[in-house]
């Protein structure tokens, strides 16, 4: 086989994995009908059928699974090292982008992005708030930021966050019509304010923990959110009773709008870990933002 031209398999790569003709053009930057002529020279070249295509959807064959699995990793790797290459420079630049949750992409990046940006005017950050757990290398993302547990051992962790605890909390006005709780089961006698998380494949459970013993409540309640500010406002209007991060929570209890209860059933945790896989070349930019991150304790 002709070594000089790999345009094809490149173009077979993208269609493959999209499953599309049209996506695949679309971020290749052709046309379908081109694209299309590219991958049947391709298939005519090789003497194999690569992939099927009905009106509905494009799929590999068994010779065109096989094909992908060889090639796709070896242009990811190019790529890579392109981009690794073409950051080599004396200023850090390039783009960087990370997956994270709601809560450390407000209380942790945000802050820090006037350290960097100022600074290094050609860094760009993305930020993706997603509170499921991402396959960062197939998504594309340079970066995820987790509690330290939730990261998968084949990643580089760092840690930029101290321990964390986490709150219940309601406003005054609520607890003028329900009991104070004393225990986790009495909140099942509560308005809960609930959130949803994919990762756990529904409803979030409350664990709480006292002298090693953990106890998971699902609570029920009339308010289910995926945001953090939404709960916390709802907990301020007296719609309901809810578990947030201390931090989030702290200003307003001393401020008396919300009611700490149960705080001794709520002990400190590993906090959040920024992850990057090991074998990923760490660029620049990448490593300014993980020593503008990097968690030191005072």
């Given at each position: 086989?002709?070594h000089?031209?790999?345009?094809?398999?490149?173009?077979?790569?993208?269609?493959?994995?999209?499953?599309?003709?049209?996506?695949?053009?679309?971020?290749l930057?052709?046309?379908?009908?081109?694209?299309?002529?590219?991958?049947?020279?391709?298939?005519?070249?090789?003497?194999?059928?690569?992939?099927?295509?009905?009106?509905?959807?494009?799929?590999?064959?068994?010779?065109?699974?096989?094909?992908?699995?060889?090639?796709s990793?070896?242009?990811?790797?190019?790529?890579?090292?392109?981009?690794?290459?073409?950051?080599?420079?004396?200023?850090?630049?390039?783009?960087?982008?990370?997956?994270?949750?709601?809560?450390?992409?407000?209380?942790?990046l945000?802050?820090?992005?006037?350290?960097?940006?100022?600074?290094?005017?050609?860094?760009?950050?993305?930020?993706?708030?997603?509170?499921?757990?991402?396959?960062?290398?197939?998504?594309?993302?340079?970066a995820?930021?987790?509690?330290?547990?939730?990261?998968?051992?084949?990643?580089?962790?760092?840690?930029i966050?101290?321990?964390?605890?986490?709150?219940?909390?309601?406003?005054?006005?609520?607890?003028?019509?329900h009991?104070?709780?004393?225990?986790?089961?009495?909140?099942?006698?509560?308005?809960?304010?609930?959130i949803?998380?994919?990762?756990?494949?529904?409803?979030?459970?409350?664990?709480?923990?006292?002298d090693?013993?953990?106890?998971?409540?699902?609570?029920?309640?009339?308010?289910?959110?995926?945001?953090?500010?939404?709960?916390?406002?709802?907990?301020?209007?007296?719609?309901?009773?809810?578990?947030?991060?201390?931090?989030?929570?702290?200003?307003?209890?001393?401020?008396?709008?919300?009611?700490?209860?149960?705080?001794?059933?709520?002990?400190?945790?590993?906090?959040?870990?920024?992850?990057?896989?090991?074998?990923?070349?760490?660029?620049?930019?990448?490593?300014?933002?993980?020593e503008?991150?990097?968690?030191?304790?005072?």
């Amino acid at each position: 086989m002709p070594h000089e031209n790999f345009n094809d398999l490149a173009a077979f790569a993208m269609v493959a994995k999209e499953r599309s003709f049209t996506r695949a053009a679309a971020k290749l930057g052709m046309s379908q009908s081109a694209l299309s002529q590219t991958i049947r020279a391709l298939e005519e070249r090789l003497k194999l059928r690569l992939l099927i295509r009905t009106t509905r959807s494009v799929s590999p064959t068994q010779a065109g699974e096989r094909l992908l699995r060889t090639v796709s990793p070896r242009f990811d790797e190019i790529e890579a090292e392109l981009k690794a290459l073409g950051e080599l420079r004396e200023t850090p630049a390039g783009r960087i982008r990370i997956t994270a949750g709601e809560h450390p992409a407000v209380s942790i990046l945000q802050p820090a992005l006037k350290r960097i940006l100022f600074r290094y005017p050609d860094v760009g950050i993305e930020i993706i708030i997603d509170h499921g757990l991402r396959d960062i290398v197939s998504e594309g993302y340079d970066a995820g930021v987790r509690m330290g547990e939730q990261v998968a051992k084949d990643m580089i962790a760092v840690r930029i966050g101290p321990d964390m605890r986490m709150a219940v909390v309601a406003a005054p006005s609520y607890f003028k019509d329900h009991p104070v709780p004393k225990t986790p089961q009495d909140l099942t006698g509560h308005n809960c304010i609930n959130i949803r998380l994919p990762t756990y494949g529904g409803i979030f459970p409350w664990g709480l923990e006292q002298d090693g013993r953990e106890v998971k409540v699902r609570g029920e309640g009339q308010l289910v959110f995926n945001s953090l500010a939404m709960r916390l406002n709802s907990a301020l209007d007296g719609l309901g009773i809810a578990y947030m991060p201390e931090d989030q929570v702290l200003p307003h209890v001393k401020k008396g709008r919300l009611v700490r209860v149960l705080e001794d059933w709520c002990p400190p945790f590993p906090g959040y870990h920024l992850y990057y896989p090991s074998r990923h070349h760490s660029s620049p930019a990448l490593t300014v933002l993980i020593e503008a991150l990097r968690y030191r304790e005072r």
